[in-house]
């Protein structure tokens, strides 16, 4: 599964967000707030998951998670209905009004591992690092065993994203929206946190 989080900005821009639901819904689908480095318009979304910590209304949450789907419905697949859910904690994060948490399961995710697989294979062919292993017990027909079991899953997604039709990519956005929006939102001084400096 795939982790993101919005919103992802310092204490010092926190000033200048709206501090939405919409915002948040918006920016849990950006590849920019994702926790890995895959960009979500490269596949397509089995499931998608916001969890949503703050006051917020849940039938707004719900509505804009399910408008998201409807808008691009071809960058989720057709053969698992209802695929999006919602959970809502009233507590905020500390130092937000409100955070979302986005877990979702992507055939974006192929390249991840495709690239994981490349540079396990390059290594393996230089038997880099393997003496480490084979010194603990570990054979080097469990590394061969390894890399078949990984391009197993690669060839699981694959097969699943080229089952629909080819339009579109994955479950959203592509870069931030413009966050320095001044004059919208009175600046509120918030408490600095340990990462800002």
């Not at 809502?88 to 495709?114: E, V, Y």
């Not at 899953?153 to 479950?171: H, L």
Request: charge should be negative.
């Amino acid at each position: 599964l795939i982790p993101g989080f919005a919103p992802l900005v310092t204490c010092k821009q926190q000033q200048f967000s709206k501090g939405t639901v919409s915002e948040l819904v918006q920016q849990i689908f950006y590849s920019n707030n994702l926790l890995c480095a895959i960009d979500l318009r490269k596949g397509k979304l089995l499931t998608a998951a916001g969890i949503f910590r703050g006051r917020m209304s849940p039938r707004e949450v719900d509505q804009l998670m399910t408008g998201v789907r409807n808008k691009n419905i071809n960058n989720f697949v057709d053969w698992i209905p209802n695929n999006i859910k919602t959970a809502i904690c009233d507590i905020p994060p500390r130092g937000l009004k409100m955070s979302a948490t986005f877990i979702g399961n992507t055939t974006a995710i192929q390249t991840l591992f495709q690239r994981l697989l490349d540079a396990s294979m390059s290594m393996l062919r230089r038997k880099a690092h393997l003496h480490w292993y084979t010194g603990e017990g570990m054979e080097e027909q469990e590394f061969q065993d390894a890399q078949q079991e990984l391009q197993a899953i690669i060839d699981d997604y694959r097969s699943s994203a080229e089952g629909e039709d080819s339009g579109g990519g994955g479950g959203g956005g592509g870069g931030r929206s413009g966050s320095a929006e001044s004059g919208e939102e009175e600046a509120t001084p918030e408490a600095h946190c340990q990462y800002c400096t």
